[in-house]
């Protein structure tokens, strides 16, 4: 029937949205890489945060930001905040113990 073939197509659509939403944030990812290995911080930021905006559950896009604001913006809240939701996200992550150290180290500078 046609309402059966309308909503074949709205469920082929919204999966192929989907699929560009991911690969965009996969795209502006990979241009806070870039940045961020050319030291051009600022526009690191930039792209990973509009990853993230995309994609909130990137847990390598909220590790990579929060180096970042601890390393080039000396930012520690945000840094907690993005490592913090790294940890949730990725709670198997094999630098785990190394993530929680700096974690607690900021937070005992603030203290």
Same mark, same amino acid.
Do not use: W
């Given at each position: 029937?046609?309402? =059966? &073939?309308? #909503?074949?197509?709205?469920?082929?659509? /919204?999966? !192929?949205?989907? !699929?560009?939403?991911? =690969?965009?944030?996969?795209?502006?990812?990979?241009?806070? $890489?870039?940045?961020?290995?050319?030291?051009?911080? %600022?526009?690191?930021? %930039?792209?990973?945060?509009?990853?993230?905006?995309? #994609? +909130?559950?990137?847990?390598? &896009?909220?590790? %990579?930001?929060?180096?970042?604001? /601890?390393?080039?913006?000396? #930012?520690?809240?945000?840094? $907690?905040?993005?490592?913090?939701? *790294?940890?949730?996200?990725? +709670?198997?992550? /094999?630098?785990?113990? %190394? $993530?929680? *150290?700096?974690?607690?180290?900021?937070?005992?500078?603030?203290?």
């Amino acid at each position: 029937s046609a309402s =059966e &073939a309308l #909503n074949k197509e709205r469920v082929t659509l /919204k999966k !192929q949205n989907e !699929q560009l939403k991911n =690969e965009r944030a996969a795209l502006y990812q990979e241009l806070g $890489v870039v940045y961020a290995q050319a030291r051009l911080f %600022d526009m690191a930021i %930039d792209a990973y945060t509009k990853s993230l905006n995309i #994609n +909130p559950n990137n847990a390598q &896009a909220h590790y %990579d930001i929060g180096i970042l604001y /601890k390393h080039s913006k000396d #930012n520690s809240k945000k840094c $907690v905040y993005h490592l913090k939701k *790294y940890l949730q996200l990725n +709670p198997e992550a /094999k630098n785990r113990r %190394d $993530v929680e *150290y700096i974690i607690n180290m900021l937070i005992e500078e603030k203290r």
